[in-house]
């Protein structure tokens, strides 16, 4: 867990070994806990250096005894221990130095820092605070506002970014351990006391409550709700009016009030189902770990549209060679036009130059016959699509990989209409394409387990958080948006309206309500598909009554808002009104109001006052009721992974877990309770009534999130 060497016969080299991240579990502060205590004894010793393994320092606390009783050392004395003694320490930090590693390094008298490292406290995207002094030592080191800044944001900072704000003493480009060594060696004459971080005066500005009220109104409409962030900026006042003595111990009360809290329960789940959901696996044996990729070098985006320009640019700044297709040559060049802009303003972002050379614009798809992947994101249109693949298939050679960005068209049916189906996968990207970092891999039933992994590689070499998930109508992600698209609908119709709706859900924490979110994504998608499903249009018997289809209750007021030409923002009108086409700022549209109050009246529906809590209840409860239908169907192999979905791809908060993990912090039980009741007063809502997994898994005792894959039949994984 931890070497100790004696090296240039007076510097005790004391090596972190706890792969793969050298986190500080019990076992580990218990063998640095043993060296600091050898080295400061053995008067052969002069001075001390502490690295770790395989060029990393230190990724910090092992998050996962965060669940159980905390065992051995704890950190705060023997961190303070270090600091105290009489002999120098120096952190020779390569690879990471986060959360409690980063703490380490802050009581070592002197921090040598390879130039490659990077350095932070992210303990608050984990719902807990830097609390092995971190929040008192920061502060005192590098002054209040960039340590808050630190703190609140858990942001990673670069070697040299922590050069400039005074945290590390060099930055080198050889081995780390190597130079610290030497420093050490001569470091042994010089005094210690101005070293020891904790015995500085806090540099205060004189604005202090100034600065930290707007911090904290920063935080708070960052990120609504959430505890830690506040419970930081509380910590870092301590480190400004307190003594360190004092402070610490301000530090571990605010460490308390988070410590078992439920966000933060929820934040740490996040973590590891991110993590997670990289590990794919096939009821067939392939998986994430014997599954070889393929090597992508070229690739061809058939579509310019919003989402085929955002593809091509996600893929030409990770340095593949792209071709995109339009039909049309005004549509080409509009297209390549905001390709390029959208790259240089990246490339301008990050510091880099763009990649313009990767780029080719065609008219033709016999430009793509040596590709090694193509992805069509054409229109939502089947017949469509199927002639771009039964194109494809003629043009390409046999090796390339097809690929598909539909959000929830039949991926099998489009390989079948293909000469090499075991090479078609879904990859469904969500808008915009090169920000946001979710992927689908759409896994067919024909999809190869080498088509599976290339596109699941490929989508982590671009920055996505890839999972993969069977093909059914809409997937996961828009498959379960339906019920809850329904329920906000079915409540407009009940007396909400749409700002409540939506403050409802934005207070709980999404980024974004239901109606704002379908502005923004576009009204007239879901119109359309509801026209090709036959619940609108003319294929709708005329003796159905008119809230009803397919024999369940149908609200139509969405079809009312997009015939009045109103498909969200990019129209300047939806649910809500915006000051133009394309414009951001929504205001509640007495039209609409108008709208809702007409739809009631005309049938007879006295409208009632809803609580937030219903609001709630019947979208989230519907929500993870799909997504337990969805992991019984074997469409989503593990709950991670549709939360996984939810957190990147539809703006669930994180510190609420995803759809399933907060069903189970709510109990199961109780969730059950609460949908048969709302199915009880609407029978005709099946997606209400309680899945069997859900029942089954009441029954069992409600086991945790980790353990419902034992009680799931896989029997039809469609994985
Ligand atoms: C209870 C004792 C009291 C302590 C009091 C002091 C309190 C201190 C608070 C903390 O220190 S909280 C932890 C703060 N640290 C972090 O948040 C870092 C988390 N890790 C990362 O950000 C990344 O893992 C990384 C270190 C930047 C490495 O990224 P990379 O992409 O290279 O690898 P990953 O796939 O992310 O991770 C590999 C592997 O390691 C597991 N892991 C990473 N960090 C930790 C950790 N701190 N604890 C436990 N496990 C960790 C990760 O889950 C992966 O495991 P897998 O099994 O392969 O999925």
Redesign the pocket.
Known sequence: MARYELVKRSVALITLTNP??N??SSAVRHAIAKSMEHALNDPKVKAVVICGENGRFC????????AGP?RGPP?VPLLDAIEAGEKPVVAAIEG?A???GF?LALVCHYRIVHFKARLGL??V??G?L???GGTQRLPRLIGIPAALELITTGRHISAQEALKLGIVDQVTEQNACELAVEFALRAVAKPLSSRRVSMLTTPCPPDLDALLEAVTMQVKRKARGVMAPLACIQAVRAAATMPYSKGIKRESELMATLFNSGQARALQYCF?AQ?TAGKWTLPSGAQWNNSKPREIRSAAIIGLGTMGRGIVVSLARVGISVIAVESEKKLLETGKQMVIGMLERDAKRRGVSASLNLLKFTLSLQDLKDVDLVIEAVFEDMALKKRVFQELSKVCRPATLLCTNTSGLDVDALAGVTDRPHLVVGMHFFSPAHVMKLLEVVCGPRSSSETIATAMSLGKRMGKVSVAVGNCPGFVGNRMLKPYLDQATFLLEEGATPEQIDKALEDFGFAMGVFRMSDLAGLDVGWRVRKESGLIGPDVDPKNPPRRRQGRRYCPIPDMVCEQGRFGQKTGRGWYMYDKPGGTNAKPDPLIQNLLEMYRSRYGIQPRNISDQEIIERCLFALANEGFRILEDGIAARPEDIDVIYLFGYGFPRHGGGPMFYASMVGLERVLERLEHYHQAHPDVPHLEPSPLLKKLVACGSPPVQKWREHIKTMHSHL
């Open positions: 793969p991240v986190a500080l990724g910090g606390a092992d998050i996962r005894e965060f905390l950190l990471v986060l959360g409690g703490e992210p303990e995207t984990l807990i830097p609390a092995a590891f993590r």
